[in-house]
Nanobody
Framework: QVQLVESGGGLVQAGGSLRLACAVS????????MGWFRQPPGKEREFVAG????????YYADSVKGRFTISRDHAKNTVYLQMNSLKPEDTAVYYC??????????????WGQGTQVTVSS
């Protein structure tokens, strides 16, 4: 079993930054590939970013490339999402997810509860 707890959400003005964190427990974070998803109001959940077991490979949705950075700290069992140049359309509930079966993330089997990010214009 893997437990995921997100933190770091909040209200920020357009152009600002936030860093989300996902604490991993139950297994060491180095044994699971990870990702971030988001669900904007009234829309379906969408992929934001992913990172491989080692952290050597990262993946991003086109909408966040160049603005968001996913990273991981194995010593802290934590995965981060640094979000810069935030836009109102980034407003969503952000979810951390884990793929416990592959070295690169593609089939997520564990999910966090989510953290709200609101970007005001």
């Amino acid at each position: 079993q893997v437990q995921l707890v997100e933190s770091g959400g909040g209200l920020v003005q357009a152009g600002g930054s936030l860093r989300l964190a996902c604490a991993v427990s139950g297994r060491t974070s180095s044994s699971v590939a990870m990702g971030w998803f988001r669900q904007p109001p009234g829309k379906e959940r969408e992929f934001v970013a992913g990172i491989s077991l080692s952290g050597g490979r990262t993946y991003y949705a086109d909408s966040v490339k160049g603005r968001f950075t996913i990273s991981r700290d194995h010593a802290k069992n934590t995965v981060y999402l640094q979000m810069n140049s935030l836009k109102p359309e980034d407003t969503a509930v952000y979810y951390c997810a884990a793929d416990s079966r592959h070295s690169t993330p593609r089939d997520y089997d564990y999910w966090g509860q989510g953290t709200q990010v609101t970007v005001s214009s």
